[in-house]
């Protein structure tokens, strides 16, 4: 039976498996590692939000030493005009694919989070604004739904009055997303659910917190609890899969659940409780959460005590048998954000 606890103990052994000196691998065959997938700057943009979220609850040296090793990722990959590359093979060289336009707002979110820490050690902390600096003058170039939600939740973390002038220009471009797309029964910004949803609304009620302009807010509002009517209806969470949900289709069809979902689904409603001072939210949040623990269509954990990993998602015969980079950071990401409303548990 699934509670509010963690039902086994946490370790961080993936993590570190997953880490060379180049930093964090992309995907794993089961717990393997699988060199010849190579890196992203999308793993080591969310990789450095986790090691830092789990740095400032253990002060760990072997942990800080993460914190570098995913900063000099992201040094290397950041291009002369202040863009990001996103594909590196294992032989250390960029692969020369131009990056998805989420890149660019995971890396700057990442690097604002780790520059915001008050226990990110300055030296890092030097490296970090030079990034940041020379990325900057691309925020207003984004053009992706996704790719401006990644830079207004990044820049939040900034908390200056230029980044806050960014965050109210790029949040109005995401409320006419919405606008345009918004039908009597069709509350979202996009004619579709893919993936990466949560982080949409996420983003307006993050800006609402900035601005105080109440349409940010209803917007966030309204497009989750539509979200919700897509993925909460079971008494537990069931994110949409790869195939989509389109906004001519009342159903969609599950043929996987991904494990990222639940870790920004997590997120956005802790935002929302954060907006609103609405319990429900929290309860809402943890019932995501959950979903890595064993609430979820298959009651199956995705935690694997062995290992430390978590498994990739849930597929229509089991669980996904990989344990990639995304899921044991989505896991810890999710963890980390909903600990102080869980009850205690000791991660080995």
């Known amino acids: 039976m699934t509670t509010d606890n963690i039902p086994i103990k946490l370790k961080t052994d993936h993590i570190f498996r997953m880490t060379d000196d ?27 939000v986790m090691t830092v979220k789990l740095f400032e609850q253990t002060h760990s040296k072997r942990v800080e030493g993460l914190i570098y090793k995913y900063v000099s990722f992201l040094s290397n990959a950041q291009n002369e005009d202040g863009t990001f590359q996103n594909s590196m093979g294992y032989n250390r060289e960029f692969l020369g694919e131009e990056a998805p336009e989420e890149c660019f707002g995971r890396c700057l979110g990442a690097l604002c989070y780790a520059f915001s820490s008050h226990s990110v050690p300055n030296a890092i902390k030097l490296a970090v604004r030079s990034l940041i600096d020379k990325a900057m003058p691309n925020c207003l170039k984004q053009t992706s739904s996704r790719a401006i939600a990644y830079v207004i939740i990044g820049l939040n973390y900034l908390g200056e009055e230029k980044a806050n002038g960014y965050i109210s220009k790029l949040a109005a471009l995401l409320a006419d997303h919405y606008m345009h797309y918004k039908s009597d029964d069709w509350y979202w910004f996009e004619d579709s659910l893919t993936c990466c949803n949560a982080v949409l609304p996420w983003a307006l009620l ?21 979200l919700e009517s897509k993925t909460l209806t079971d008494g537990y969470f069931r994110p949409i899969g790869n195939n989509g949900l389109h906004c001519c289709e009342n159903e969609t069809i599950q043929s996987n659940e991904p494990s990222l979902e639940a870790s920004e689904a997590t997120s956005a409603y802790i935002e929302a409780f954060l907006a609103t001072k609405n319990t429900d939210y929290i309860g809402k949040a943890k019932t995501c959460f959950l979903w890595y623990t064993g609430k979820n269509s298959k009651s199956m954990s995705l935690l694997d005590n062995e290992t430390g ?40």
Request: net charge positive.
């Open 22 to 48: 180049t930093g964090m691998l992309n995907h794993a065959n089961y717990a393997v590692p699988d060199l010849s997938k190579g890196y992203t700057s999308i793993d080591n943009a969310r990789a450095l």
């Open 206 to 226: 993050t800006a609402f917190i900035v601005t105080k302009e109440t349409r940010y807010l209803k917007v966030g509002i309204d497009s989750l609890q539509f």
């Open 309 to 348: 990993g978590c498994h990739d998602g849930i597929e229509f015969d089991g669980l996904n048998p990989n344990q990639s980079a995304v899921s044991v950071i989505s896991f810890w990401m999710a963890y980390l954000e909903i600990k102080k409303y869980l009850k205690p548990v000791k991660a080995i």
